[in-house]
């Protein structure tokens, strides 16, 4: 059975959906970071530091990540949205790079890479 089968079942034992903020904690209990504090994300977004809550800043400290071979992940669930802990509503705190477009901060479930890096980190 694979991971994310796995997990659906699992979750449905419980009575919670796929398509939930769960996933995001879920993975964080696996030993999972957000996305944009990996340890290459400056390749990958650009942290616009005037534009966050001084109190907030932690949360974007980059992290000694271990990346297991994998890709940056815009669609990852652990990765924030463009204005998460802006000092103003609009403002963005993180900017997808070369193409500003690209989306961030889904929470519809997990990304195909989300579910890879588990697989790798469990060997499962
Ligand atoms: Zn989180």
């Known amino acids: 059975m694979d991971t994310r089968a796995s997990l ?10 796929q398509a939930s903020p769960f996933m995001h904690e879920l993975n964080h209990a696996l ?7 990996r340890s290459d994300r400056d390749q990958y977004v650009k942290i616009n530091w005037e ?8 949360n974007f400290q980059r992290q000694n990540t271990n990346n ?12 924030y949205g463009r204005t998460a802990f802006s000092i103003q509503p609009g403002l963005e705190t993180i900017t997808p ?10 929470r519809q479930g ?9 697989n790798k980190l469990y060997g499962c």
Do not use: C, K
């Open 8 to 17: 659906s079942i699992l979750l449905l034992l419980f009575g919670i959906s």
């Open 31 to 37: 030993g999972f970071y957000h996305e944009q504090t």
């Open 51 to 58: 534009n966050i809550s001084p109190d907030m800043a932690y």
């Open 68 to 79: 297991q071979n994998t890709p940056y992940d815009y669609g990852s669930v652990m990765h």
């Open 97 to 106: 790079i070369p193409d500003g477009t690209v989306e961030i901060g889904q």
């Open 110 to 118: 997990m990304s195909n890479t989300d579910i890879l890096r588990i």
